[in-house]
């Protein structure tokens, strides 16, 4: 039997209100550090390693729109984050709902007139710019020349100073399932009145 997946967190409006008030928040200070965004975000109320998950996901999930526009290919349906021993565990990015709102937000900016889109040029790339990819396609740029980027293609994302249990940690723990017998027991005993 499948399991549904529920992404975290499970509502829309609230991951969708995070990661816009991320986007506001590198658009007033393209120079903020990481950890300045992170403390700010936990001082309003976002759990720690949430707000560090937010402020590698937004980015990186506003670069997609600006690789598939350079023909970069991204197969990956998964991220990948380490134990706190270092072994690599992937992640689908299906699970991560402040990464799926990001990049449904985005989709939703582009399919806009430029003149409508709610930020300029300049402040898309100053949150895009920060991601570990464009940091990777500026390189490659920088070293090749922008025929370096033809048939590119773009591993896993890959998550750093966040590990799998701190992520584990963070989240709501599922109700624990009855045991089979416990609930055909239930079902099969007489009805005391």
């Known amino acids: 039997m499948a399991r549904v997946m529920t992404p975290y967190p499970p509502d829309h409006s609230l991951a969708l209100a ?5 986007v506001e928040i590198l658009v007033a200070r393209p120079d903020i550090l990481d950890e300045e965004v992170e403390a ?9 390693t949430d707000a ?3 402020v590698l996901y937004v980015p990186s999930a506003l670069t997609f729109p600006l690789l598939t526009r350079m023909a970069i290919k991204s197969y990956f349906s998964f991220f990948i984050v380490r134990d706190v021993s270092g072994r690599v565990v992937h992640l689908p990015w299906a699970g991560e709902h402040y990464y799926t709102a990001a990049l449904t937000w985005v989709e939703g900016y582009f399919s806009l007139h430029p003149a409508e889109r709610p930020l300029s040029t ?3 790339h100053s949150v895009a ?10 390189n490659m740029i920088a070293q090749g020349g922008p025929d370096a980027m033809r048939g590119a293609v773009v591993g896993p994302t890959v998550l750093c100073g966040v590990t799998i249990e701190q992520i584990t940690a ?3 723990k599922p109700a624990p399932r ?15 009145e």
């Open 18 to 22: 995070r990661v816009l008030r991320v």
């Open 170 to 172: 963070s989240r709501p």
């Open 178 to 192: 009855r045991p089979w017998w416990r609930f055909w027991g239930e079902r099969l005993s007489p009805v005391h």
């Open 40 to 48: 700010q975000l936990v001082a309003e109320g976002v759990g720690p």
């Open 52 to 54: 560090k998950l937010l």
């Open 122 to 124: 300049d402040q898309y």
């Open 129 to 138: 710019g920060r991601s570990a990819e464009m940091d990777c396609v500026n």
